[in-house]
């Protein structure tokens, strides 16, 4: 079965969406999802983008079976690296994707965080942080989207080109292999063809240095978007030899 490995529910403070509306979706889509709802402690709003995971467990455990998994976003941050180490120690999740959403202080969503520095510039800073972030994150299952940055920021060209950031992107690929965490293919971006093709030059890169496994998520927060792109990532993954895995009990387990 195909899963969509990254999916957010009204426990996130950015979705609405009820998880029986995703479980209809997903039957409909012959897919099995894997909720991933936003923690970030690090976020300045002391109530958003945090859940009570105890309520979460009790609220979803009744819907969990082979097709539906309990999962997190944990947003990676040096500064919070004991209490995102415990929360993950504490509760029983299947997957674990980790998330860098902060630079300097700001959410990467946030216009502030462009006003001083050139995309060059922030861009490597971000990678840096990513860097920074897996090695005190190592025991994450998957690192999230690595192209966030590109989502939000007002540069005219907004993609990554591994040319450009090669030898940082070399050193998160590294990390993410010898600390045996996978690399998401967010299926998010994957519609417009220029963010398609950078994306790939940093899934091929990943081959070459010897990854092997990729979780494939939609990162849907209303039920439109569950399973968008998921076709494209799944090809991404076929052209490369990169194998499609999702994660159950902190476990992979391949898609067929
Ligand atoms: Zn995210
Ligand atoms: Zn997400």
């Not at 502030?112 to 299952?141: C, G």
């Not at 999230?144 to 950031?165: L, T, V």
């Not at 081959?207 to 990729?214: A, D, I, S």
């Amino acid at each position: 079965m195909i899963f969509d490995t990254h999916i957010h529910t009204s426990f996130s403070s950015d979705s609405k969406m009820n998880i029986k509306d995703a479980l209809d979706k997903a039957k409909a889509l012959g897919i099995g999802l894997v909720i991933t709802d936003h923690m970030d402690l690090n976020y300045p709003d002391k109530d958003k983008f945090k859940f009570p995971v105890a309520d979460f467990f009790k609220s979803y455990e009744p819907y969990k079976s082979s097709s539906l998994l309990l999962g997190i976003e944990l947003g990676m941050d040096t500064g919070y690296e004991a209490e995102n180490k415990n929360l993950i120690d504490t509760y029983n999740f299947d997957e674990v994707i980790g998330s860098q959403h902060f630079l300097h202080g700001f959410d990467i969503y946030d216009a502030s965080l462009y006003r001083e520095k050139t995309k060059v510039e922030l861009f490597r800073d971000y990678f840096l942080e990513i860097i920074a972030s897996l090695k005190t994150h190592s025991y994450i299952d998957t690192l999230g989207h690595i192209d966030f940055i590109s989502r939000y920021c007002p540069f005219e060209d907004k993609e990554i080109y591994y040319n450009d950031y090669c030898d940082y992107i070399d050193e998160i690929i590294k990390l993410c292999i010898n600390y045996d965490i996978s690399l998401e293919i967010n299926t998010r971006r994957l519609g417009m063809a220029k963010s398609l093709n950078s994306l790939v030059s940093i899934y091929k890169r990943y081959k070459e240095l010897g990854g092997n496994y990729v979780t494939i998520g939609s990162d849907a927060h209303t039920v439109d978007s569950i399973g968008l792109n998921l076709d494209k990532g799944f090809q991404i993954a076929e052209s490369l030899g990169l194998k499609p895995i999702y994660f159950k009990n902190r476990s992979s387990e391949y898609i067929k």
